[in-house]
């Protein structure tokens, strides 16, 4: 049973650019959630997808957007970067709503813009 | 929007002494009360959850507790072990805290 895994792990964009970052879901999970953790603070839940529907979103503006595939596979997307937008950016999957088992996390994308 | 929240950033015991970790949410509908811990590097993992129809849920050293009343819950470890530090998340459905940072001494 593979876990989640992201891509890039490190990643550094110049404000005002584009980005696109990578998510593969632990198999057998069909929902996929994007977290933006910044540093010293909890993860915000950006939004979350089931079945490659958008089913919930967090306080996020637009330039935010993401995608999920058939495979259940994701992408998140960022426009128009911004400095705050740098932080830890957490991938994280589960069959369903997480209930009482949760999430499986992977370990991130860590994105700087400078 | 702060649903969860965690109060204490940061909390040092010895080993072999109990840990308390505690979490303060607003929203009654929550249907589970989540525990997650995060090593650097790493991703959070799922540590212990509570169903908002309990007030208790043990699992080995890991107890969690919840006062629906208080809006509270708590994560107790006995004992507490230096491998136990990390940072500790508290989650409710997608919300989760600010997290506590466990130091645990030997």
């Known amino acids: 049973e593979t876990g989640v895994t992201q891509s890039p792990t490190h990643l550094i964009k110049t404000r005002g650019q584009q980005v696109t970052l990578r998510c593969s879901s632990q198999s057998g999970h069909n929902t996929v959630s994007w977290y933006q953790q910044a540093l010293g603070q909890g993860p915000q839940f950006i939004f979350q997808?089931?079945?490659?529907?958008?089913?919930g979103r967090g306080n996020f503006p637009p330039r935010f957007s993401g995608l999920q595939f058939p495979n259940y596979s994701s992408e998140l997307n960022v426009n128009a970067l911004e400095l705050d937008d740098s932080a830890l950016y957490l991938c994280a999957s589960s069959f369903g709503l997480p209930g009482p088992y949760g999430y499986t996390f992977g370990s991130g994308t860590r994105l700087t813009v400078v | 929007d702060q649903q969860v929240k965690q109060n204490s950033p940061s909390l040092s015991v010895q080993e072999g002494r109990i840990s308390i970790l505690n979490c303060d949410y607003t929203n009654s509908m929550f249907d589970y009360f989540l525990w997650y811990k995060k090593y650097p590097a790493e991703g959070p993992t799922f540590l212990i959850s509570?169903?908002?129809?309990?007030d208790k849920n043990e699992d080995g050293r890991f107890t969690v507790f919840l006062n629906k009343s208080a809006k509270h819950l708590s994560l107790h470890i006995v004992p507490s072990q230096p491998g136990d530090s990390a940072v500790y998340f508290c989650a409710a459905s997608v919300r989760f805290g600010a997290g506590t940072r466990l130091t645990v001494k030997p």
């Open positions: 997808y089931y079945r490659e529907e958008e089913n």
């Open positions: 509570i169903s908002s129809i309990k």
